[in-house]
């Protein structure tokens, strides 16, 4: 990512298209859009100026507080202390803290701590320490207390408490599965894909039509549903793929592909969709699932439509497109 936008200026100059499909793979393409917004806002408001502060960097798109006060520390210097995974679980054993360390009034009270501890330390390279001391020696499961630079001072250490307890942490949970179909609609050896909503989960990213399953719906009834709701569209005969499984960071998703035809075949293409042969659509973003899912039609690839992939038409003849009942929304993201 970084090689292909090496400074600011190519970032914001960039399409929001190229910018996703650069960062492809990678998860949290929330991040992606909030960098590119952030990149084109420091360009056309500031003059490619970056703010210096950790109050001034937090008011760019996706700027947090922990990013605001990394860059101010490492970037700028300002004395303010930024603690990520590593570096609160360096102070929580540290002083001993023994309450949960997603609590904002936790984080507070260790920044606090280490803030004192800052003082007199260039803060660029202090930030640094903690962190590599967090990485190389307080690991999460068996720090190499002897071995720490800092262990005299330690109260973890030095009271004998359990590393298995500090840092405390809110119980995990399970990571649900979402269960949907998808269709991958073919005519003349060209796939009906459709663009996900800028905002939200995969903002961006091109799929095909699909989405969740209703209590003890068929998956193919529901690919039928799904394809009608958010196109307007029917589907000839289906042909089941196999499930696709893929897991995102807060959940998976199992879905059912299948492939058929539209029905009546020479359907006018709806808005805002395309109808893409698999090499044509692998140079949009896509979600990974969606890309699983181009790897299963070529595993069984098949006659179809009645034509060879890729060497169809885009529309036929005199299509103009009619009105969607729905547009693409919020759902499985395939
Ligand atoms: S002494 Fe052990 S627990 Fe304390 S900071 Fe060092 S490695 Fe972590």
Not at 40 to 51: E, F, M, N, S, T
Not at 121 to 147: D, H, I, N, S, Y
């Amino acid at each position: 990512f970084v090689r292909r936008f090496p400074t600011l200026r190519a970032l914001a100059r960039a399409s929001r298209a190229e910018v996703l499909k650069a960062w492809q793979g990678m998860g949290y393409y929330a991040r992606a859009r909030r960098l590119h917004r952030a990149a084109r806002h420091l360009v056309d408001a500031r003059g490619g100026q970056w703010p210096r502060t950790a109050e001034d960097l937090e008011r760019l798109p996706g700027v947090g507080p922990y990013i605001a006060r990394a860059v101010a520390a490492q970037a700028f210097g300002e004395p303010v202390v930024a603690l990520e995974a590593n570096g609160l679980r360096v102070a929580a054993r540290w002083t001993g803290e023994r309450g949960r360390i997603d609590r904002p009034e936790v984080r507070t009270r260790l920044a606090a701590t280490l803030a004192g501890e800052m003082i007199g330390q260039p803060p660029g390279r202090f930030a640094e320490a903690v962190m590599e001391l967090g990485e190389t020696v307080c690991t999460p499961r068996a720090p190499r207390c002897p071995a720490c630079p800092v262990g005299r001072y330690c109260r973890l250490r030095t009271e004998g408490l359990d590393p298995g307890r500090i840092p405390a942490r809110r119980p995990r949970s399970r990571r649900p599965t979402h269960r949907g179909s998808i269709v991958a609609l073919i005519r003349q050896g060209r796939y009906l894909l459709q663009r996900r909503p800028m905002d939200g989960l995969l903002g961006g990213l091109w799929e095909f039509p699909g989405g969740h399953r209703k209590g003890r719906e068929r998956p193919e009834a529901t690919a039928r549903r799904e394809l009608r709701e958010e196109t307007g569209l029917l589907a000839g005969p289906l042909q089941h793929l196999g499930s696709i499984r893929h897991s995102y960071s807060h959940f998976s998703v199992e879905l059912d592909l299948f492939r058929g035809p539209p029905k009546p075949l020479d359907v006018p293409t709806p808005p805002g969709r395309r109808w893409l042969t698999l090499s044509e659509a692998r140079r949009l973003p896509l979600p990974r699932a969606t890309e699983k899912a181009f790897q299963r039609l070529e595993d069984r690839a098949s006659p179809g439509s009645g034509s060879r992939p890729g060497r169809g038409h885009a529309s036929p003849p005199g299509a103009t497109g009619v009105p969607a009942r729905r547009s693409p929304r919020r759902r499985t993201p395939s």
